[in-house]
């Protein structure tokens, strides 16, 4: 990718987000619009129409003001310490942030008026941040996660051009095993065709296992909207022998229960074969007895 980034200042009136229902967090908080990771699947892209905008990769803003703003929120005596879901649209740790270091001001936050969070990144830049995070963790709960979708470099540098190479990624998930964190491997989306082979979720789960996270969490690919055509665009270029099955599994937005059926029961065997937990809450409703 180019390695040319301009990123614009917007301020924003609310730092916190609240959700329509807790999965099992209530709150987003989301530094920038856009990602620079440019993953092809990405659901957000959507999120660009607001801004009167088609460059979900490429024309990237940040909320300057965030930092004063969530400490308005956190300090706000009907704050209830809920978990707040750090980047559920675009990703935190994105390239921009490492000009902005806005993650280092929002982690002194957490501390300050212990608040848990999670994490979830395509990124090894959260090592910059590992002192903060170290501390927040033995505070409260705070989940830290690498959503890493294949071991095959080669696919991952297509799908996925502005993120760090895969065996990067659960390097840091061992390096966040030193703290109290909650640390864990997010395999979404497997991909029909691409990222679901046995081959592929076998080496995931070898990764996770030596890099002893808490728990693997997969989800299957789903399009809609504007992210369907990229996806396609996507495949049609790199992989066009792809596409008529990919299309006539996606007649609708998700793919068959008799597909899923089968795929989740390969993740599962192999969770079970290589000892990794299915339960993405449990280390939080023991932090937060």
């Not at 856009?34 to 024309?59: E, K, P, T, V």
């Not at 061992?174 to 395999?187: D, E, P, W, Y």
């Amino acid at each position: 990718m180019d390695n040319q980034l301009t990123v614009k200042e917007i301020h924003c009136e609310s730092a916190l987000t609240r959700l329509k229902r807790k999965i099992p967090y209530g709150w987003d908080l989301n530094i920038y619009r856009g990602c620079r990771h440019a993953c092809r699947y990405c659901y957000a892209i959507y999120s660009h129409q607001y801004l009167n905008s088609d460059g979900f990769y490429d024309d990237i803003h940040v909320k300057s003001n965030i930092v004063d703003v969530l400490e308005r929120e956190l300090s706000s005596p009907g704050w209830k310490r809920e978990v707040v879901n750090i980047g559920g649209v675009t990703d935190s740790y994105q390239k921009a942030e490492e000009t902005w270091q806005l993650m280092p001001e929002i982690l002194k936050l957490l501390i300050k008026y212990r608040t848990p969070a999670i994490i979830s990144t395509k990124s090894t830049l959260p090592l910059r941040d590992f002192d903060l995070i170290d501390e927040l963790s033995h505070i409260t709960y705070i989940n830290i996660a690498a959503t890493i979708t294949t071991t095959d470099e080669n696919i991952r540098q297509k799908l996925e051009p502005g993120s760090a190479p895969s065996a990067e990624r659960f390097a840091m998930l061992k390096q966040f095993r030193k703290t109290n964190a909650s640390v864990g491997l997010h395999v979404m989306p497997i991909i029909p065709y691409l990222t679901d082979s046995r081959e592929n979720i076998e080496a995931l789960c070898i990764g996770a296992r030596e890099s002893g996270v808490h728990y693997m969490l997969p989800g299957t690919l789903y399009l809609r909207g504007e992210t369907r055509k990229v996806f396609f665009d996507f495949i049609q270029e790199n992989y066009p022998e792809l596409f008529p099955p990919l299309q006539s599994m996606y007649k609708t937005g998700g793919a068959g229960k008799e597909y899923k059926d089968s795929l989740y029961r390969v993740v599962n065997e192999l969770r079970k074969k290589y000892g990794i937990s299915s339960s993405y809450t449990r280390p939080m409703k023991e932090k937060m007895k």
